[in-house]
Nanobody, 119 residues
Framework: QVRLVESGGGLVQAGGSLRLSCAAS????????MSWYRQAPGKQRELVAG???????NYADSVKGRFTISRDNVKNTVYLQMNSLKPEDTAVYFC?????????????WGQGTQVTVSS
């Protein structure tokens, strides 16, 4: 039983900031990797940022220097701090978790949260 619940989306002006949260129903130690993806209308879902169990992070080129992914293992929550937002950041943002510790790999998706950046 694993659930991922995103929150923090909303409407923000260009240049503003927003912080997304992904609350997991289990310990983050259950997962090798946690990531944020986004999907804009008419576009493919794309990886925005990821963090692995060792703390290594990676970012899409389009968000480098503006977005930061982080973990809070006490709260079982992953965050995406988004600064200097642009209209092209408008999308539904999804939390993703991958576990390879079991006999078979398992992955999980949240329901998504809408981020809208106005000009």
């Amino acid at each position: 039983q694993v659930r991922l619940v995103e929150s923090g989306g909303g409407l923000v002006q260009a240049g503003g900031s927003l912080r997304l949260s992904c609350a997991a129903s289990v310990s983050l130690f259950s997962f090798n990797t946690m990531s944020w993806y986004r999907q804009a209308p008419g576009k493919q879902r794309e990886l925005v940022a990821g963090v692995n169990s060792g703390g290594s992070t990676n970012y899409a080129d389009s968000v480098k220097g503006r977005f930061t992914i982080s973990r809070d293992n006490v709260k079982n929550t992953v965050y995406l701090q988004m600064n200097s937002l642009k209209p092209e950041d408008t999308a539904v943002y999804f939390c993703y978790a991958l576990s390879k510790y079991g006999y078979l790999p398992e992955d999980y998706w949240g329901q998504g949260t809408q981020v809208t950046v106005s000009s």
